[in-house]
C-alpha cells in the first residue's frame, strides 16, 4: 500500500512539474517528486517483523532480523542531495526574480524572445 | 596508478581553494595540469581493472573501474578540460568566482568516467549536474539564469527518474555493482518487466544529459547564453563523460527492448538536430543544434550494441568532442574580435586570419564527415554497422550527414568569401588558441589518414565497451 | 489542454511502475511485496553481519571487539564506511550548492530585516536555547556510530540555531570563519581518505583500530568522519541562511 502512495506522490510531483508556470511552484513540485521517491526507496527496505538496524542494549546480536539498512543510507544521500538543489534553485529564482521582474516562466520565454 | 587519485586530488585543491581565494586560479591549473598528465599515464596500460574504495570486495564496495575505453575516454577528456583552462587564462579578465566549480566539474566527470557502482554514478551525476548549472549561469545576466534554471529543473528530474530506476535494480537484484547486475541480466535471473522499466527511467535520466531527444529543451539556451569557457567544457568535454557512461550503463544493465528504444530516440534526435541546425543563422546556435545531432548520433549505435557499432560510437564521441573544441574556440574568438557570429560578420575571416580559417574547416569537415578526414572513418564505420537494423535506419543517417555536410559547407564558404563592409580594425590572432586548434586539427587528419593499425585502439575500446563489464562481473561471481 | 497532457503522463507513470510491484517469483526475481523479502538475497545481508571480508560471526552489543567497521548503527557503517565514497561526493554536491548560492546572493554587507519585531521575551530565550542546540547537535553528530542520527542531522541542528538567532536578531551575521571552516573539513575528509590509500592501501579505508561495538571510542574513522561533516554541513547551511538574508543579488 505505501508502495502505491509513494508512487502517486511522485506522479503528482511529476503532473505538477508538467502543468505549474510559477518557478517556485515548479521547485515544490520537484520537492514533492523527490519525497515519493525517497519514500519509495525506503520501502523496499522494509521486513515484515523486522528492527531497526541498530545494535543496542536490546536488540543486542547480528542474529536478529534487521530491515534492510542500505535503502536507508541511500535515501539519506539523496534527501542531502535534494536540499542543495532546492537551495540553488531557489537561490535562482531570487536572482531572477530581482533582474526580470517576473517569476512566471510563460512571460520569462516570451521576454527572452523579444529581447533576441 | 590508482586512479582515485583523479578525484582525489581536484576535490582536495577545490577544497584548499575556499579559505585561498587569491590562489583558487592557481588550484585549477594546477588539477588541469596533475589530471591530463595522470590520464596519459592511465592509457600506458591495457586490460580491465577494478580498484576497490574503502578495502572493500567488489559487489559490497564502491569500485573504480579502467577498461580499455576508458583508456582512451579519460585522457580526452582530461586534455581537453586542460586546453580549455589554458585558453580562459591566457585572458586577462579572468575571474577566480568560478574556479572552485571547473575544479569540482573535473572531479565529477573523471568520478563519472570511472564509477563501476550504480548509485555513485548517481552522486557524481549530481555534481557534474550542479556543476553545470553554475556554469550555465556564467553568461549574460538575466538569460542565462532563466537557461541554467531550466537546465537545473530537467537535470534534477533526470536525475530523480534515474534514481527511481536503480531503486527498482535494486529491488530485484538486491545489489547496486554494475558488474553484479550485469552478470545476473545476462544469466537471465531478472524479471523482464522490472528490467524493461528500470531502463526506460534511466534512458529518461541519462537522456537529460546526453541530449537525447525529448529531454534536451535545456541545451539551446545554455550553449548560446553562457560565457565561452563555460561552453567549451560544456559543449566538448561534458559530452565524452555523458555519453560513454549512457552506453557503459544502458548495455550493461538495459533491456534488449529498450535497446530498440534507443535506436529510435537517436535517430530522432540525429535529424532533428540536423534540420534545426540547418537552419540557424548564426555559428553558436548552428554548434549546439549540431551537437545536440552528433550526441544522437553516438547513442542510437548503442542500440545496435554490436563491436563495430560501439567503436563506431567511441569514434563519433572523440571526433565531436576534439572538432567542437576548435569550433566553439574559434567561434568565441570572433564573438570577442568581430562582435557577431552570423554568416556576414565572418565574411573573409578565412584570408584575414588563415590559421584560424584552416582550423576552422579542418574541424568541420571531420565533424560533417568528409573523406580524409577521422570523422569520415567513424561516420562510414557508422553507417555499416547500422545495417544490422532496419534498412531505413543507415538512410536516415545518411540524409543527415548530407543535411550536416551542406550547413558546415555553408560556414565555410563564409569564412572565405571577400568582405565588402566597413573596415576592420586589424585581428589579434591568440598564439594559445591557434597552438592547441593546430595540434587538435593535426590530431583529426593523422587519425583520418593513418593505416588502419592505429584504428585499432578504438576497436579495443569499442570491445570494451560491450563486454569489459560483464567479463568482469563473470570473474567475480567465479572468484566467489 | 496542457493539463490534460499533464495527468495523462503522470497517469500513465504511475500505472507503468504499478505493474512492476509485486513481481518477485521463485524463478525470476523482481520487486519482492512490500515487506517481505529474503535479506540474505542482498548485499545487504553482509552489511549486518559484518562479514564483507570477514569471516561470518555473531556481532554482540558491547563485548565483540575488532569487528568490521566497528559501528553499531548499520547504516552508519554503510554511509560512512562501506559507501564512504558517495557520502564523499554528497558532501561535495552539498558545498558545491552552497558555494553557488554564495556566488549569486552572497557578498553584500547589509542584511534584510525581518519583518516582525521580536519582542524581548523571545529574544531572551533564542539565546538560551540556541546554545543548547549547538549542544544537542554535537551529541548527535559525536554520537553516529551508535545512535540514529549521524553527521547531516547535526549540521542541520547546528545551522538551526543559527538561523534562530537570525530571526531574532537583525544584526547577526555569518561570521567570516565559516568558510575557512568550510573547506578545512572537507579538505581533512580527502585528506583521511587518501591516508587511507597510503596507509591501508585503497582509498577511504579505515585504518584505526575499530574497538568495543557500541563503545563510543570505537568504529575506526567513522566519528572523526561524522565530525567533520557534522561541522562541514552546520557551516554549510548556516552560510546557505545567512545568503539568503543578505541583500545582494546580481552579482554575477
Do not use: C
Amino acid at each position: 500500500m505505501i508502495q502505491y502512495f509513494s508512487l502517486l506522490l511522485t506522479a503528482i510531483g511529476i503532473y505538477g512539474l508538467l502543468s505549474q508556470k510559477n518557478l517556485v511552484k515548479l521547485i515544490v513540485s520537484l520537492n514533492i517528486a523527490e519525497i515519493g521517491v525517497n519514500l519509495f526507496i525506503v520501502s523496499i527496505g522494509y521486513i515484515e517483523k523486522g528492527v531497526v538496524p541498530i545494535l543496542s542494549s536490546e536488540n543486542n546480536s547480528s542474529t536478529l532480523l534487521f530491515v534492510d539498512p542500505l535503502p536507508q543510507a541511500l535515501v539519506l544521500t539523496s534527501i542531502v542531495i535534494g536540499v542543495g538543489i532546492t537551495a540553488l534553485a531557489l537561490a535562482i529564482i531570487v536572482t531572477i526574480s530581482h533582474s526580470k521582474g517576473t517569476i512566471d516562466i510563460d512571460e520569462l520565454t516570451e521576454r527572452g524572445g523579444a529581447e533576441e | 596508478m590508482n586512479p582515485v587519485w583523479l578525484i582525489a586530488v581536484p576535490l582536495a585543491l577545490a577544497f584548499i581553494s575556499t579559505f585561498a581565494n587569491k590562489i583558487s586560479n592557481w588550484l585549477l591549473i594546477l588539477s588541469a595540469i596533475f589530471n591530463a598528465v595522470a590520464g596519459i599515464f592511465l592509457s600506458f596500460s591495457s586490460g580491465t581493472v577494478s580498484y576497490s574504495i574503502g578495502g572493500w570486495r567488489t559487489p559490497f564496495g564502491i569500485d573504480l573501474i579502467v577498461t580499455d575505453a576508458t583508456r582512451i575516454l579519460l585522457p580526452v577528456a582530461n586534455i581537453l578540460f586542460f586546453f580549455a583552462v589554458i585558453i580562459h587564462f591566457s585572458k586577462k579578465r579572468a575571474s577566480e568566482k568560478f574556479s572552485v566549480v571547473y575544479t569540482i566539474s573535473l572531479a565529477s566527470l573523471n568520478g563519472i568516467l570511472l564509477t563501476n557502482d550504480l548509485f555513485n554514478l548517481f552522486v557524481f551525476l549530481e555534481i557534474a549536474g550542479v556543476a553545470a548549472y553554475l556554469l550555465a549561469m556564467t553568461g549574460k545576466k538575466g538569460e542565462s539564469k532563466v537557461a541554467a534554471f531550466k537546465y537545473l529543473l530537467l537535470g534534477s528530474v533526470g536525475s530523480l527518474l534515474y534514481l527511481l530506476g536503480v531503486a527498482v535494480l535494486y529491488a530485484a537484484a538486491g545489489t547496486l555493482n554494475i558488474s553484479a547486475i550485469a552478470t545476473k541480466v545476462s544469466d537471465g535471473l531478472l524479471n523482464g518487466d522490472v528490467m524493461l522499466v528500470s531502463s526506460l527511467l534511466m534512458i529518461a535520466g541519462l537522456g537529460v544529459e546526453s541530449k537525447l531527444v525529448p529531454f534536451n529543451g535545456w541545451v539551446p539556451g545554455v550553449f548560446t547564453k553562457s560565457s565561452n569557457m563555460a561552453t567549451l567544457v560544456l559543449a566538448s568535454v561534458y559530452p565524452v563523460a555523458m555519453i560513454s557512461t549512457f552506453s557503459r550503463v544502458i548495455l550493461a544493465v538495459g533491456d534488449r527492448r529498450a535497446l530498440d528504444l534507443v535506436i529510435v530516440l537517436g535517430v530522432a534526435t540525429v535529424l532533428i538536430g540536423e534540420v534545426i541546425a540547418f537552419k540557424q543563422r548564426n555559428l553558436r546556435s548552428t554548434l549546439a543544434y549540431s551537437s545536440i545531432a552528433q550526441s544522437g548520433l553516438a547513442i542510437f549505435l548503442v542500440g545496435i550494441g554490436t563491436v563495430e557499432a560501439l567503436t563506431a560510437s567511441v569514434m563519433l564521441i572523440i571526433n565531436n568532442a576534439l572538432a567542437k573544441f576548435v569550433l566553439f574556440s574559434v567561434d568565441s574568438y570572433t564573438t570577442e574580435e568581430l562582435g557577431a557570429d552570423d554568416l556576414e560578420s565572418l565574411y573573409g575571416l578565412g584570408r584575414m586570419a588563415p590559421v584560424v580559417g584552416l582550423i576552422f574547416t579542418v574541424s568541420a569537415l571531420s565533424i560533417s564527415g568528409m573523406p580524409l578526414f577521422f570523422g569520415f572513418r567513424a561516420k562510414l564505420l557508422a553507417i555499416s554497422s547500422s545495417f544490422e537494423s532496419l534498412l531505413v535506419v543507415p538512410i536516415v543517417i545518411l540524409l543527415a550527414a548530407v543535411i550536416e555536410i551542406t550547413y558546415y559547407f555553408r560556414w565555410i564558404f563564409a569564412l572565405y568569401r571577400p568582405y565588402q563592409g566597413e573596415e576592420r580594425a586589424r585581428l589579434s590572432l591568440p598564439l594559445e588558441l591557434m597552438a592547441i586548434g593546430v595540434v587538435l586539427a593535426a590530431i583529426l587528419v593523422f587519425l583520418g589518414s593513418s593505416s588502419y593499425e592505429t584504428l585499432m585502439t578504438f576497436s579495443k575500446a569499442g570491445n570494451a565497451m560491450v563486454d569489459a563489464i560483464i567479463t568482469l562481473g563473470k570473474n567475480l561471481i567465479g572468484g566467489v | 489542454m496542457k493539463r490534460i497532457i499533464a495527468g495523462i503522463i503522470a497517469l500513465l507513470f504511475f500505472f507503468t511502475m504499478s505493474t512492476v510491484l509485486n513481481t518477485d517469483s521463485q524463478t525470476v526475481s523482481g520487486i519482492p511485496r512490500y515487506g517481505e523479502f529474503d535479506l540474505s538475497e542482498r548485499n545487504s545481508h553482509s552489511y549486518v553481519t559484518k562479514s564483507v571480508n570477514d569471516t561470518l560471526k555473531e556481532v554482540k552489543f558491547g563485548s565483540t571487539t575488532d569487528a568490521e567497521t566497528g559501528s553499531a548503527n548499520f547504516v552508519t557503517s554503510i554511509v560512512v564506511n562501506y559507501r564512504s565514497f558517495d557520502t564523499m561526493g554528497e558532501v561535495t554536491v552539498l558545498f558545491l550548492s552552497a558555494t553557488g548560492v554564495g556566488l549569486l546572493l552572497g557578498g553584500d554587507k547589509k542584511r534584510l530585516l525581518s519583518p516582525i519585531k521580536a519582542s524581548p521575551i523571545v529574544k531572551t530565550a533564542a539565546k538560551i536555547v540556541s546554545p543548547l542546540l549547538l549542544i544537542l547537535g554535537v551529541y548527535v553528530f559525536t554520537h553516529g556510530h551508535l545512535t540514529p542520527g549521524g553527521g547531516f542531522p547535526g549540521g542541520a541542528i547546528i545551522a538551526a540555531a543559527f538561523l534562530l538567532l537570525v530571526m531574532v536578531d537583525d544584526e547577526r551575521r555569518a561570521p567570516a570563519m565559516l568558510k575557512v571552516l568550510e573547506g578545512s573539513m572537507g579538505l581533512a575528509y580527502v585528506l583521511l581518505g587518501i591516508g587511507g590509500l597510503l596507509i591501508s592501501g585503497s582509498f577511504l579505508q579505515n585504518f584505526l583500530p575499530t574497538g568495543v561495538v557500541g563503545n563510543l571510542f570505537s568504529a575506526g574513522l567513522i566519528p572523526i568522519v561524522y565530525s567533520l561533516i557534522g561541522l562541514k554541513v552546520g557551516a554549510e547551511l548556516s552560510g546557505i541562511v545567512d545568503d539568503f538574508v543578505s541583500e545582494g543579488g546580481d552579482n554575477i
